[in-house]
């Protein structure tokens, strides 16, 4: 979406407006790579086709969006500066791939809108097509737990000498480059603890960043993030932040999603976003995740409703969750984008 410079901060809330109040976000990202192909047995994992095969993270991406997706979450999760560095490339060069992680996601909703457009036969305006079909690009920042790449995202368990400031060195770069590099908004995604929370608030204020940011914590007991720490605190401290225009859950199992809504809604006015896993175990050691421990799209899409009607605003998938969960999601929500090409609407 284009918006002039002061506008940049009401980004959501003006796609709230176009979208009747409610937004679908795609699903995993990883996952679909996976299913063309793609080997993410790696410390970068889906960063990893940012250098080898970035036409997959496009054609993921085009996947989701004639799904139903309006928001596409960029392949820069585990994607940092540091674990560039470790493959042997320049400071420069990873902020080129952190950049172009960005551009992906803008060109293949640019193709798309491209692709709307000739379904209609210039029975809408191109220009206009953006607003009637409204799509957001959020830049993925994930914790440092994702760098690490020992699945401590899902403990949040950092060791005692991990401070705010080491954090802050870690992640400033990476949430500059993200910053600047055109995507709509910054999405903090699978916060695991209170700690990393805190670093990313002071990076937002300290370093000015002019683009809103949601965060998104983890959580596998339904009441605290997965280090332990209140959940409710946590959103709390989100709220806090005036970057922060949307608070959430993701890469959690369905079950727990209806209760921290309701704790989300104790501490903050802002839009919830909630994205979860598909309810399956993630192995660390095995760094895989456990099959036959999920829920079918069936079960998944059953909770959406309830969790649209107790206010969660945008809704989507993380892990193990794909375009035809988005699908769905898009159906259960009521959500039929205005502008589809015609075969896409008749589900083909």
Not at 110 to 135: M, T
Not at 138 to 161: F, H, I, M, N, R
């Amino acid at each position: 979406m284009k918006f002039g410079s002061g506008e940049r901060m009401k980004v959501l809330e003006e796609f709230l407006q176009q979208v009747g109040g409610f937004g679908v976000i795609d699903g995993g990202l990883a996952t679909q790579l996976e299913s063309h192909g793609a080997d993410l047995n790696d410390p970068l994992w889906s960063g990893r086709c940012l250098i080898e095969s970035p036409h997959l993270i496009q054609k993921v991406h085009q996947e989701y969006l004639e799904a139903g997706a309006e928001i596409i979450i960029t392949a820069s999760y585990q994607a940092t500066i540091q674990g560039f560095e470790s493959r042997g490339l320049s400071i420069t060069e990873g902020e080129a791939l952190l950049r172009r992680s960005v551009e992906i996601a803008c060109e293949a909703r640019d193709q798309f809108w491209k692709k709307c457009a000739e379904s209609l036969n210039g029975s809408v305006d191109d220009a206009q097509i953006p607003k009637v079909r409204p799509i957001l690009v959020a830049a993925s920042v994930g914790s440092y737990g994702a760098y690490l790449a020992d699945g401590s995202e899902y403990s949040g368990d950092y060791g005692p000498g991990m401070t705010v400031h080491t954090l802050k060195d870690f992640h400033r770069g990476r949430v500059q480059v993200l910053a600047d590099s055109g995507a709509d908004l910054l999405a903090f995604e699978t916060i695991p603890n209170k700690l990393e929370a805190q670093a990313y608030i002071e990076l937002l204020e300290e370093n000015d960043i002019q683009i809103p940011a949601w965060f998104s914590f983890n959580s596998k007991d339904g009441v605290n993030v997965v280090s332990g720490d209140s959940f409710t605190e946590c959103a709390a401290l989100a709220d806090s932040c005036t970057n922060v225009v949307a608070v959430g859950i993701n890469c959690t199992p369905p079950r727990f999603i209806h209760g921290l809504i309701l704790s989300i809604q104790k501490v903050t006015a802002k839009p919830i976003l909630v994205y979860p896993n598909s309810g399956e175990t993630y192995d660390a050691d095995r760094k895989q995740w456990v099959a036959s421990t999920g829920v079918s799209d069936v079960d998944f899409v059953s909770y959406v409703q309830k969790w649209q009607e107790i206010g969660a605003s945008l809704i989507g998938g993380c892990c193990r969750t794909t375009p035809n969960t988005i699908k769905a999601i898009s159906r259960a929500m009521n959500r039929t984008p205005q502008i589809l090409p015609p075969q896409l609407l008749d589900g083909q």
